[in-house]
């Protein structure tokens, strides 16, 4: 493997095409403001580099970058790549991660609106995301010690895992399919919409209108706070902890709370047949 080591690249497609490169300590930077340094390239290795020109890594393969920065310059820096890690990073670009597979991103600083766009195969740990929506139309998602700070996150995508993390998002999960969230807080503003197959287990949910036309929405052990006019029209198999603020024309299967502070069954037209057991009481049919 051939081996860069401290130097600067400014020109457009510096290092193009190129295969089975160590990269370190390298810049790419400078008035002529080049684009696309490695684009088509494979077999490449980045330590302690700086990246701050745009779409650094198109159409590459086989690529491990650590400790290294792609600055808010470094626009859309990783699109149609496959098969990558991305250690302790700092990824500060938007657009970053668009049509990619199989990337693992551990132990990195994110602040990218529209990140993670149209990709399969992504696992993410240990790493913080601050981004307007997130994730659009991706699947095959897995998530472990994550934390988001966003709107709009997680719409249609498909087959995700998470794990032990901390999701302040409004919007989140609409029109997702087979989700699976565990022990993480949830937080922001109508979680859940027209989705289908998403189960939550351990999970604390706080904000305005969850979980609403769901799907097969399925909930173990669950802790709910401020979440008013929760459930409607949708299809549950619900365990809750604790007090649910209201619960608002439910569409089928069975809510089992220690208690809900409102019922509301305001809908003549709407025909269900779900019922809200509160423990150890006769279950009230909607």
């Known amino acids: 493997m051939k081996e860069i080591k401290d130097k600067s690249f400014q020109e457009e497609r510096a290092l193009y095409n190129s295969a089975n490169l160590k990269i370190i300590n390298c810049r790419f930077e400078g008035e002529e403001d080049g684009e696309s340094a490695l684009k088509e390239s494979c077999d490449i290795?980045?330590?302690?580099?700086?990246?701050?020109?745009?779409?650094?890594?198109?159409?590459?393969?086989?690529?491990?970058?650590?400790?290294?920065?792609?600055?808010?310059?470094?626009?859309?820096?990783?699109?149609?790549?496959?098969?990558?890690?991305?250690?302790?990073c700092k990824l500060l670009g938007i657009k970053a991660v668009r049509e990619c597979s199989d990337v693992f991103i551990n132990d990195c600083v994110i602040e990218s609106p529209e990140f993670g766009w149209k990709s399969c195969g992504l696992t993410i740990k240990n790493t913080s995301l601050k981004g307007e929506y997130v994730f659009l139309d991706s699947k095959g998602l897995m998530f472990n010690n994550f934390t988001l700070d966003g709107k709009y996150s997680f719409q249609y995508v498909n087959n995700v895992k998470i794990s032990n993390s901390n999701l302040r998002t409004k919007d989140?999960?609409?029109?997702?399919?087979?989700?699976?969230v565990y022990d993480t807080i949830l937080e922001g503003e109508y979680l859940g919409?027209?989705?289908?197959?998403?189960?939550?287990?351990?999970?604390?949910?706080?904000?305005?209108?969850?979980?609403?036309?769901?799907?097969?929405?399925?909930?173990?052990?669950?802790?709910?706070?401020?979440?008013?006019?929760?459930?409607?029209?949708?299809?549950?198999?619900?365990?809750?902890?604790?007090?649910?603020?209201?619960?608002?024309?439910p569409k089928d299967g069975l809510i089992v709370v220690d208690s809900y502070t409102d019922l509301i069954l305001d809908s003549p037209n709407f025909k269900t047949t779900a019922e809200v057991r509160v423990r150890s009481k006769k279950a009230v049919k909607a």
Not at 68 to 79: D, F, I
Not at 172 to 180: C, G, L, R
Not at 200 to 228: A, F, S, W
Request: with cysteine; proline share 3%.
């Open 45 to 88: 290795t980045m330590d302690n580099c700086y990246m701050d020109l745009r779409y650094p890594l198109w159409h590459t393969n086989n690529i491990n970058v650590k400790n290294s920065e792609m600055t808010s310059n470094c626009r859309a820096p990783m699109w149609y790549m496959d098969d990558a890690t991305i250690e302790n």
């Open 172 to 180: 989140a999960f609409w029109h997702a399919k087979d989700v699976e």
């Open 193 to 249: 919409w027209y989705s289908e197959n998403l189960t939550l287990v351990r999970c604390h949910i706080k904000g305005t209108q969850p979980l609403c036309y769901c799907k097969n929405l399925k909930m173990i052990d669950c802790v709910m706070e401020g979440t008013d006019l929760s459930f409607e029209n949708s299809s549950c198999d619900v365990t809750v902890i604790g007090n649910v603020e209201s619960i608002k024309n």
